[in-house]
């Protein structure tokens, strides 16, 4: 009869990559579920664009399939924009909110606008690129150089994403903006 809280990891990691480490004491107190996003690690695969909604109404139909009917978002960086849309868009069945490292718009500067606009264009011409093509361009970009200190099952985590649904969440998350909405959150 534990309170359900559902962990939800930051772009580029996994639910593991960002949570393993509080499971256990987690697990004393709340009843914890923890998913992978779109794209990321074990999340769905979609051959549609990459939306941050989807993300949230992928979590409230686990919530269905586990016969969940109120629960707590943690998210952290990008997973804090996943729990303020499942504020946003099925708020009777949200308790609080946890957001850490997050915030409710990423884009200030027309640099980083520019930036994120340029996830978006490289997630666009992945869809153009063959599947090998795509794997050869993760492992000399991303995962040779960012995991080189990394633990195995850490870089297989890193490693079992769909690239391009990466690419295209950095896009989504230059274009998010909840600032008109966000002061209206009415739960802890």
Not at 21 to 39: N, Q
Not at 97 to 111: D, I, K, M, P, W
Not at 181 to 186: E, F, G, I, Y
């Amino acid at each position: 009869n534990a309170p359900t809280i559902i962990l939800l990891h930051g772009w580029t990691a996994t639910a593991d990559l960002n949570f393993f480490t509080c499971y256990e004491s987690l697990g004393r107190h709340f009843r914890v579920i923890a998913i992978d996003h779109r794209g990321h690690g074990r999340g769905i695969r979609s051959t549609q664009p990459f939306k941050l909604s989807d993300c949230a109404d992928d979590v409230a139909a686990l919530a269905d399939q586990l016969d969940i009917n109120t629960f707590i978002p943690v998210g952290y960086s990008m997973g804090g924009l996943v729990a303020q849309l499942l504020w946003k868009r099925h708020e009777a069945r949200i308790r609080g909110l946890v957001l850490a490292a997050t915030t409710g718009h990423f884009v200030e500067s027309r640099e980083e606008r520019i930036g994120f606009l340029g996830l978006k264009g490289l997630g666009a011409l992945a869809r153009l690129a063959p599947r090998a093509a795509q794997d050869w361009i993760s492992e000399q970009t991303y995962l040779q150089k960012k995991t080189a200190m990394w633990e195995p099952w850490a870089v297989q985590q890193a490693a079992s994403h769909d690239w391009r649904l990466i690419l295209e969440a950095g896009g989504a998350l230059g274009l998010y903006d909840a600032r008109e909405w966000l002061p209206h959150v009415d739960v802890p």
